[in-house]
């Protein structure tokens, strides 16, 4: 069993920056990958970003590329979401995922575990 605890969320002007961590309890977390999703209200969670167990492959959706980046510290059990030159259109409830798999995955149904969820919220 995975728990994942997110923190960093918060409300920052456009064009700003702003960093997500997420904290993994249990003994796997070096063997699981990780990602990021997130979810506007009455829409469904997208992909924003992943990470290989080894943190040596990461994937981004379109319309982050080039403005998140992810990482982790398999020491401190935490995966991290970089994110820069924020737009309005970022505002969501953004969730970290584990998978039972160190490979990368892109669809929500790729992950087991979720954390609780922690809010962005980016002014014009």
């Known amino acids: 069993q995975v728990q994942l605890v997110e923190s960093g969320g918060g409300l920052v002007q456009a064009g700003g920056p702003l960093t997500l961590s997420c904290a993994a309890s249990?003994?796997?977390?070096?063997?699981?990958?990780m990602a990021w999703f997130r979810q506007a209200p009455g829409k469904e969670r997208e992909f924003v970003a992943g990470?290989?167990?080894?943190?040596?492959?990461?994937t981004y959706a379109d319309s982050v590329k080039g403005r998140f980046t992810t990482s982790r510290d398999n020491a401190k059990n935490t995966v991290y979401l970089q994110m820069n030159s924020l737009k309005p259109e970022d505002t969501r409830v953004y969730y970290c995922?584990?998978?039972?798999?160190?490979?990368?995955?892109?669809?929500?149904?790729?992950?087991?575990?979720w954390g609780q969820g922690t809010q962005v919220t980016v002014s014009s």
């Open positions: 995922a584990a998978r039972a798999s160190p490979y990368l995955g892109t669809g929500r149904g790729d992950y087991s575990y």
């Open positions: 249990g003994r796997t977390f070096s063997t699981n990958a």
């Open positions: 990470i290989s167990s080894s943190g040596g492959l990461t």
